[in-house]
Nanobody
Framework: QVQLVESGGGLVQAGGSLRLSCVASGRFFSSYDMGWYRQAPGKQRELVAR???????SYVDSVKSRFTISRDNAKNTVYLQMNSLKPEDTAVYYCWTSSGSWGQGTQVTVSS
C-alpha cells in the first residue's frame, strides 16, 4: 500500500502562487501515474492534473497555462506549481496514485 503525504497548502491572495508537494512511501513510485485532485465545498472531486509514469502531463482546462505538475522519481515526490491563483481555485487538494492510494488532502484558500 502506497502512502501519500501532501504539504504546501495555505492562504494566498488572488494572483499569487503556491507549490504543493506529495511524498510517496514504498517502492515502484516511478511505475505509477500520479495526479492532483481537488474538491471545493459542495462540489464533486475533480482531476486537476496528471503525470504518467512516462512523464506525459494533462490538465483540466481551467488550470491550463497556470498550473504545472512534475515528478521527481529519485525523491518519490510529485509537485503541483500553481501560479496566477484565483478564488475559484479554493479547495482541498488531494494527491493520488494509480495504485489506488490517496493523500489526506491539503487546503488551498485564495482570497480576492
Amino acid at each position: 500500500q502506497v502512502q501519500l503525504v501532501e504539504s504546501g497548502g495555505g492562504l494566498v491572495q488572488a494572483g499569487g502562487s503556491l507549490r504543493l508537494s506529495c511524498v510517496a512511501s514504498g517502492r515502484f513510485f516511478s511505475s505509477y501515474d500520479m495526479g492532483w485532485y481537488r474538491q471545493a465545498p459542495g462540489k464533486q472531486r475533480e482531476l486537476v492534473a496528471r503525470v504518467t509514469f512516462g512523464g506525459s502531463t494533462s490538465y483540466v482546462d481551467s488550470v491550463k497555462s497556470r498550473f504545472t505538475i512534475s515528478r521527481d522519481n529519485a525523491k518519490n515526490t510529485v509537485y503541483l506549481q500553481m501560479n496566477s491563483l484565483k478564488p475559484e481555485d479554493t479547495a482541498v487538494y488531494y494527491c493520488w496514485t494509480s495504485s489506488g492510494s490517496w493523500g489526506q488532502g491539503t487546503q488551498v484558500t485564495v482570497s480576492s
